[in-house]
């Protein structure tokens, strides 16, 4: 097995830690958090909002980090840095000491699941880089760790469990020092990619071409990354709207899950075949299909609207890290990535928010859905003019 591929299967084990983790295990420790630090429902859920918002706030320093200091270096604190945030929480009297962890966690799985694996890959990489990110994040771990942490808690109780959720971290941290030790750009360098899709086919000195491709790419991100926190968010209340009983409903977020799990390597592919643009304009057009469609379909159709959603819209972090990918280069994408973090931040949390209001001003569903099918489509579109921004500074082929 080549270097490039251990990378990419380390790579895949950090952002399933990292993320996997963080959000799989929170809601099954929630009751034992409220319980030991004697506090609100409402309170306790705030040290996942710290660690939300310090994913998007400090995603541009970290871009910095990666680039000045190394992805490896980074993801080596990042992980030891996890594994001591595991131990304090498990220990701690304190809640405001959980908060601050939180908001620790969320900058390492920053570190570990976005800009240092997407850094390594185009060190790697220079073809297929699609597939690769696809394969790096498919969430099989946020499926897998709720089921696990509850049936290990009666055994092993909050700390236990919390400290046993440290142990991996402190394993795979001397794992990332001795795997990327010494890693220069391009060490798995195969064919250059075509021409449209290449980084470096925008003419030297056109920064501010990828400058507006990338505010215009970040948008588009942001809003089918929105669309899917509004999926989290909403799908239950849809379902019970729609007369299904709680347990039957929850299996709608179970398939959006599952089916992200089969879509994030599918669009890694279609990154590499027909470039990340297309994908992306694809996957946003079928998203808004489907937003228009699910109030319209009766109980049995709604769980394969649920899986088609899951299907296109999970993989957008695998989309998102193979248009910045095309952008930039192994030196730069990492800053690029945490720029582009920046700019998506209010889609994710205003979103939700939104299609709240819709529901409450209309009265159903129908119609705030409706709405979040015209947004989506214009994130289609936005991505269009991304690209046409990028081929029209594309370099012309010189004569041989």
Not at 11 to 16: D, M, P, R, V
Not at 88 to 110: D, E, H, K, Q, R
Not at 215 to 244: D, E, T
Not at 312 to 337: C, Q, R, W
Request: net charge positive.
């Amino acid at each position: 097995m080549s270097r490039g591929h251990r990378i990419v299967m380390l790579c895949a084990l950090t952002q399933n830690l990292a993320f996997g983790i963080m959000f799989g295990s929170f809601g099954p420790l929630l009751p034992s958090t409220v319980e030991r630090f004697d506090i609100s429902l409402v309170t306790a859920t705030m040290a996942m909002s710290m660690a939300t918002l310090a994913i998007a706030a400090s995603a541009p320093l970290i871009g910095v980090v990666v680039q000045r200091l190394s992805a490896g270096a980074a993801m080596t604190i990042a992980a030891a840095l996890s594994a001591c945030c595991y131990g304090v929480i498990a220990t701690t009297p304190s809640f405001a000491v959980v908060m601050a962890c939180y908001a620790i966690l969320g900058v390492c799985a920053v570190t570990l699941g976005v800009i240092g694996p997407l850094t390594l890959v185009n060190q790697s990489f220079s073809t297929n880089r699609g597939k690769m990110l696809g394969l790096i994040h498919m969430p099989i771990l946020l499926m897998a760790a709720p089921v696990a942490i509850a049936e290990a808690f009666p055994a092993l109780g909050r700390t236990g469990v919390l400290l046993a959720l440290a142990a991996p971290f402190l394993l795979v941290a001397p794992i990332i020092w001795w795997q990327t030790k010494g890693l220069s750009p391009a060490v798995q360098a195969g064919q250059p990619a075509p021409a449209d899709d290449r980084a470096d086919a925008i003419r030297p000195g056109s920064g501010g071409r990828r400058s507006l491709a990338l505010v215009f790419v970040s948008l588009a991100i942001g809003i089918i990354a929105g669309s899917a926190v509004v999926y989290m968010a909403h799908v239950v209340p849809f379902g019970l709207s729609r007369g299904m009983t709680l347990p039957v409903a929850s299996l709608l977020i179970s398939l959006f899950s599952a089916f992200g799990i089969v879509g994030s390597p599918v669009a890694g592919w279609l990154c590499d075949r027909l470039g990340p643009y297309w994908t992306l304009v694809g996957a946003a057009l079928a998203i808004a299909t489907l937003w228009l469609a699910l109030p319209m379909l009766d109980r049995a159709a709604i769980f394969v609207g649920a899986s088609l959603l899951g299907f296109f819209a999970a993989p957008i972090n695998t989309l998102h890290a193979a248009v910045v990918s095309n952008l930039y280069g192994p030196d730069e994408v990492g800053k690029a990535m945490g720029m582009s973090y920046l700019i998506k931040l209010p889609l994710i949390f205003g979103m939700a928010p939104l299609v709240a209001l819709a529901v409450d001003h209309f009265g159903s569903y129908s119609e705030a859905f409706g709405l979040l099918a015209v947004i989506t489509a214009g994130g289609a579109a936005l991505c269009g003019a991304a690209m046409i921004v990028v081929r029209s500074g594309a370099q012309t082929p010189q004569a041989t």
